[in-house]
């Protein structure tokens, strides 16, 4: 059982969140790093660990990319959890009192024409639920913050405006980790992913040619990223993640050609497509 997992951020973040809503019946560890996150669950301090890869409106992760690769954990299960930003403010605030408001630059970038429509200043702070905690303190009623609806019962703020963002929609995916790989056994009628990385070799067109079995075989690429692990001279490594099963054989023919053309070839993962259900 999936007792503990660890996220990071204060309480009340979005990955807070995202573990109240995968896991309800656990409890959620606030860390201050994603390392530290991660680290609890190497450590086995944690059970499991909520990372986030990537959001619809603000792109990938950077940071997440470059700890992946260094990790000795496994991804277990993706989680997608809406982001809806709420408009904050201590107990008895109307939006006319504001003055000031403070989240993460991304929160205020989502919200920047509800932010203008009110005349508020807007404040970068490192951390949306942070940014709730500090207004609390403050208890000021020119202070407003943008942060979740769980932010807002753990910290006894109201919630002067729901659905504060500008485009509705806003979805961040998670990866979830363990210390323990555990693959699913294969079912025709579920929908895999298959999360892998890997370098390719020094030798012209490696990767079309590295990507080129997944083509031949009929496998759908979900997700390509580049990314760098040094500062030094370039070197190419990849992330994929692959609509498929590793007991399909399919995928096994199509991860033994990208075995000719890529080298530390790494298993992330395999695990059900997120579905509302999961």
């Given at each position: ?18 573990c ?52 000795s954990?496994y ?9 809806r ?27 920047q ?87 390719v ?62 080298q ?15």
């Open positions: 059982m999936n007792n503990t997992i660890a996220y990071q951020g204060y309480e009340g973040a979005y990955s807070h969140l995202a109240k809503n995968a896991y309800p019946n656990s409890k959620s560890i606030a860390c201050e790093s994603f390392l530290d996150a991660m680290r609890m669950v190497e450590e086995g301090k944690a059970n499991l660990a909520m990372i986030p890869l990537e959001n619809s409106t603000a792109g990938r992760v950077e940071e997440i990319y470059r700890l992946i690769p260094k990790m954990l991804v277990i299960a993706e989680h997608f959890e809406p982001v930003h709420c408009l904050l403010g201590v107990k008895g605030t109307k939006t006319s009192d504001l003055k000031y408001v403070l989240s993460h630059p991304q929160a205020l970038a989502q919200c024409n509800s932010i203008n429509e009110l005349g508020l200043k807007a404040v970068a702070k490192l951390d949306t639920a942070g940014s709730a905690r500090e207004i609390k303190s403050k208890n000021d009623k020119s202070y407003g913050a943008i942060a979740s609806s769980l932010a807002a019962e753990i910290y006894d703020l109201d919630i002067l405006k729901d659905n504060f963002e500008d485009v509705i929609g806003n979805v961040t995916r998670f990866f979830i980790l363990s210390k323990e790989q555990s693959i699913p056994k294969y079912d025709p009628d579920t929908t895999y992913v298959t999360s892998v990385i890997f370098e070799r020094d030798i012209p067109a490696a990767l079309y040619k590295a990507l080129g079995g997944f083509a031949t075989n009929g496998i759908n690429l979900k997700k390509l990223e580049s990314y760098s692990l040094s500062r030094g001279l370039p070197v190419s490594h990849f992330h994929i993640d692959i609509y498929g099963h590793t007991e399909q054989k399919s995928m096994q023919l199509a991860l033994e050609e990208l075995s000719f053309f890529a530390k070839i790494k298993i992330l993962g395999v695990y059900e497509k997120f579905t509302q259900n999961n």
